[in-house]
């Protein structure tokens, strides 16, 4: 079994601010994790994926995300938000290198930038 | 330049009636699939083909049906036994289904309303 949890349903920062979106995750297996970005009535883009490598996962648009085991997260960061950032962010966990079929997402962080 | 095509983007359905949401993919991917998301939660599968001429169903199968006669083809059909079908839905891809590593590529949605 294995679900993903996503701490928040709405960020928002001062654009040229950090940003962090977190997520938790449960898995009975070595997972993969992927975080995929959401502009409005769009579809998802990938940004980054962990996939049993590098425990620091980078990706596009400066984004980046640490796997976590002891502390079961894989948190997304970037150094400083820009407002093209806006969007609806999902953490997705698949059970090791399985199929596509059994991912299970997360419900969403809505990532607002402010002037 | 490869991707997933998804039309209608936005479509209308009076009660009682049956609709079918395209899907074509240019990407030589053998697998493919249908989403579901409403507001505030995360994706949902309703059905996946991981090869021509085989369907099975996810998570949230019934009211819906889907066929795979080509491979660059998942058309989505909405029918009326879908007690609450307003949504948008979301068509994937991935290069494969076992032993992959779950990354999917999207398509930009249909937004359907029933009225």
């Known amino acids: 079994a294995q679900s993903v949890t996503q701490l928040d349903s709405h960020v928002s920062v001062s654009e040229g601010t950090p940003v962090l979106l977190r997520c938790n995750y449960s898995?009975?297996?070595?997972?993969?994790l992927f975080w995929y970005v959401q502009h409005p009535n769009k579809g998802l883009q990938l940004l980054l994926k962990?996939?049993?490598?590098?425990?620091l996962v980078k990706g596009i648009n400066g984004f980046e995300a640490e796997f976590k085991k002891s502390e079961t997260s894989f948190h997304l960061t970037k150094p400083s938000a820009h407002m093209s950032d806006a969007a609806e962010y999902f953490c997705v966990v698949s059970p090791g290198t399985g199929t596509a079929s059994k991912l299970t997402f997360g419900t969403g962080t809505r990532l607002q930038v402010t002037l | 330049d490869g991707g997933i095509t998804q039309s209608p983007k936005y479509l209308f359905r009076k009660e009682g009636q049956n609709v079918t949401l395209s899907c074509e993919q240019n990407l030589n991917h053998d697998a493919m699939y249908w989403y579901r998301q409403d507001p505030g939660q995360g994706l949902r599968l309703i059905y996946y083909?991981?090869?021509?001429?085989?369907?099975q169903k996810g998570d949230i199968a019934e009211g819906y049906s889907v066929s795979r006669e080509k491979k660059e083809s998942f058309p989505l059909t909405v029918t009326s036994a879908q007690k609450n079908p307003t949504a948008f839905y979301l068509c994937a891809s991935s290069i494969g289904g076992q032993g992959r590593t779950g990354e999917l590529f999207f398509g930009e949605g249909s937004r359907l309303t029933v009225l």
């Open positions: 083909s991981q090869i021509v001429n085989d369907f």
């Open positions: 962990y996939t049993s490598a590098a425990t």
């Open positions: 898995s009975s297996y070595s997972p993969s």
